[in-house]
């Protein structure tokens, strides 16, 4: 059976990304670590610290605090959903919160249902006054 175009370019692209990703695994095993964290990158990123919840739960306990400076020290810019209370303690650390939980209710109790909208908007205007006055540019 002949070899078609198709196949000759889906297998000549397979084995080159093959030989890509297979190169990178290497490198990154034998890399030694240069200890270095970037911090003015272009790229800004974030944790969501409730994520490790599950870790807290497990006895594993990390209070925010702790875990604001090693996300710091990590090099990323923001930790993702934080309560009102949670947000002065990432800015004390220079870090932002940069989406905060602002009383738009929860995915069970939230916008999708229009029963929740009044008490959603209520909540909303109660906090975004005060996410604006800590630098929380997302609720």
């Excluded at 080159?16 to 290497?26: D, P, T, V, Y």
Aim: charged share 25%; proline share 6%.
């Amino acid at each position: 059976m002949a070899l078609t175009r198709r196949q000759a370019i889906l297998g000549t692209g397979l084995a080159g990304a093959g030989a890509l990703l297979g190169r990178g695994g290497a490198d990154a095993q034998t890399a030694p670590p240069t200890g270095r964290v970037v911090t003015k990158g272009r790229l800004k990123q974030s944790v969501s610290w409730w994520c490790y919840q599950r870790i807290r739960a497990e006895g594993r306990d990390r209070p925010l605090p702790e875990f604001a400076r090693a996300v710091k020290d990590m090099g990323l810019t923001a930790i993702d959903l934080l309560k009102e209370d949670e947000w002065p303690v990432v800015r004390d650390l220079g870090l932002i919160c940069s989406m905060g939980y602002g009383g738009g209710g929860t995915i069970p109790d939230g916008l999708n249902n229009k029963a929740n909208h009044d008490a959603i908007v209520k909540g909303l205007e109660k906090t975004l006054p005060k996410a604006a006055q800590m630098g929380v540019p997302n609720l």
